[in-house]
């Protein structure tokens, strides 16, 4: 024993330093935390991320736009449509296509499906991380309804696929509009479960309440978004700020709140849920008649130049940036995923706070690994 | 303030600075060394308020390496792309941007690991997806033979 050792007793609060991850239960995939703890308080966080990279921005310079949907599916995946969505928008941006509303329409409805489904899924999850286990039976059972609606139009009930270049893969099924309705009916019944379980529960408020504050500045700077972001204030829906598909149509809120605490990042994604309700609600009854897909070339190429396109994922702000040269395949491809960004701000928020409010605040931050790899 | 304005105070900064419309955000490439004045200038003036970075890409053109910036501003709610090349392919390097933007510390990561790009003043610039084995992968000239298939 050298003297050091002998120096230490249970008093003093050395700084030593735990593995968290790969294969932790509350990141839901393989996400590595290297936490520098003093006692039981996080001084430093630095995450190792690359266990599921699977190169896709390279992948995408070597297919065709039309393959590349299929891959998106693959980052986000409980926002797969949306991220599909992402591609098409910016390929018939590129081609200059007016889309027919039904179309328009038919994409937000599966967009603000895509966006429950997976608010719920982060609920019954966030629900079991902090030992909540109830929440994960609740929450997985509304899901199975949308999923069951997804199957039924798509075929796929996690990775749709469903959009392509100049609208959808196929139309609606002759069901839809009813079963959505039924499950609209149905989730506004049991929505105010969510609130019983956990909302006003004390154990939850201890544990969320005051916990993981990110300011309006630091969410702004670290570029924080989706409900995350505007927990904190910050104003950055892009369903508002470039309203794309049918969105300039619909009236919905934004919601915002100013503590930033993970506990108001958790009421921002259960009203979320309700605000989509009210949109589906909007359209669900006006699918206009028309086409489902408009004729495109069959091969695909955009001309000379760059695009970029924002969507707003159940996350945060997509962004698909490409670069084309006038070929059939991309130049460059960027992803900006929210998660990727999102994941930045996790040490800072969490230093100062205990080890075991680290799967709160990560919990609350509903990051998507393979999102944050791509 | 909208793109002929924008473009009026950015010919102000700095002589050397090209300016493009483009079709969908005004682009503005910059000589190499100029990134991180202008930049800080563009989010410090109260007129222009570009605070929040919400894309940073790398981008090999072939001959040269660069990087895109994408900036928005949340006061004013203009855009604005900020570019800058360089043809040193053998140790490429610019400015980093993270004491401006935080967000771009990972940003910056990620441009490093993947396109060799490295970024002077960053304050943990290591490799983030690969480790240090492998070469830059989304550089034109990378060879994998056995993972990449072409047609």
């Known amino acids: ?374 | 303030m909208d793109n002929t304005q924008l473009e009026e105070f950015i010919k102000k900064l700095d002589q050397d600075i090209e300016i493009n419309e483009g079709k969908q955000y005004l682009e503005v490439t910059l000589p190499a060394d100029k990134i991180h004045s202008v930049a800080s200038q563009l989010k410090e003036d109260e007129k222009t308020r570009f605070d929040y970075l919400f894309c940073l890409t790398g981008v090999d053109y072939g001959q040269d390496l660069g990087v895109v910036y994408h900036l928005r501003s949340t006061v004013h709610s203009h855009y604005i792309v900020l570019k800058v090349r360089t043809s040193d392919r053998e140790n490429p390097h610019f400015d980093s941007v993270t004491d401006i933007w935080q967000t771009a510390e990972y940003h910056e990561r990620e441009v490093y690991d993947l396109l060799g790009i490295s970024f002077n003043n960053h304050p943990d610039l290591r490799r983030l997806f690969l480790d240090s084995s492998w070469g830059y992968p989304l550089r034109k000239d990378y060879v994998d033979d056995i993972n990449i298939v072409t047609k």
């Open chain 1, 1 to 374: 024993m050298d003297d050091n050792e002998k120096n230490i007793t249970a008093d003093d609060h050395q700084e030593y330093v735990i593995n968290m991850g790969p294969q932790h239960p509350s990141t839901h995939c393989v996400l590595r935390l290297v936490v520098s703890l003093k006692g039981e308080i996080v001084q430093n966080i630095k995450p190792h991320i690359g266990y599921v990279h699977r190169g896709i921005e390279k992948m995408c310079e070597s297919i065709t736009y039309p393959q590349i949907i299929h891959l998106t599916d693959r980052m986000d995946y409980l926002s797969a449509h949306i991220n599909n969505e992402a591609v098409c928008l910016n390929v018939e941006k590129a081609l200059e296509i007016d889309i027919p509303d039904r179309i328009k329409v038919i994409r937000t409805i599966m967009s603000e499906l895509t966006r429950i489904q997976s608010h719920q899924l982060w609920w019954a999850s966030f629900g079991m991380d902090l030992g909540g286990l109830t929440c994960f039976f609740y929450g997985l059972r509304d899901r199975e309804k949308v999923l069951d609606i997804f199957e039924e139009t798509c075929g796929g009930r996690m990775i749709v696929s469903y959009n392509c270049p100049g609208g959808l893969m196929y139309d609606i099924h002759p069901n839809f509009q009813k079963r959505v309705k039924e499950f609209i009916k149905y989730f506004r019944k049991t929505l105010p479960e969510y609130d019983q379980l956990l909302t006003g529960n004390i154990i939850f408020e201890e544990r969320s309440k005051g916990v993981g504050q990110l300011s309006l500045e630091d969410a702004i700077a670290y570029g924080v978004t989706g409900p995350s972001g505007r927990a904190s204030g910050f104003s950055c829906d892009v369903r508002k700020q470039e309203p794309y598909s049918a969105y300039d149509r619909v009236k919905f809120n934004e919601v915002l709140f100013t503590e930033g605490d993970t506990y108001h990042r958790y009421l921002a994604r259960i009203e979320e849920m309700r605000e989509s309700m009210d949109i589906i609600e909007q359209l669900i009854d006006n699918i206009p008649e028309g086409p489902y897909v408009v004729k495109m070339k069959p091969v695909i190429k955009l001309p000379e130049g760059e695009y970029y396109q924002r969507v707003e994922t159940a996350r945060g702000e997509l962004g698909v940036y490409i670069i084309s040269d006038g070929n059939k395949n991309p130049y460059r491809v960027k992803f900006r995923s929210p998660n990727f960004v999102n994941l930045s701000v996790l040490n800072k928020i969490s230093q100062g706070f205990k080890i075991a409010d680290l799967v709160a605040i990560g919990g609350s931050l509903d990051l998507v690994i393979p999102d944050i790899d791509r």
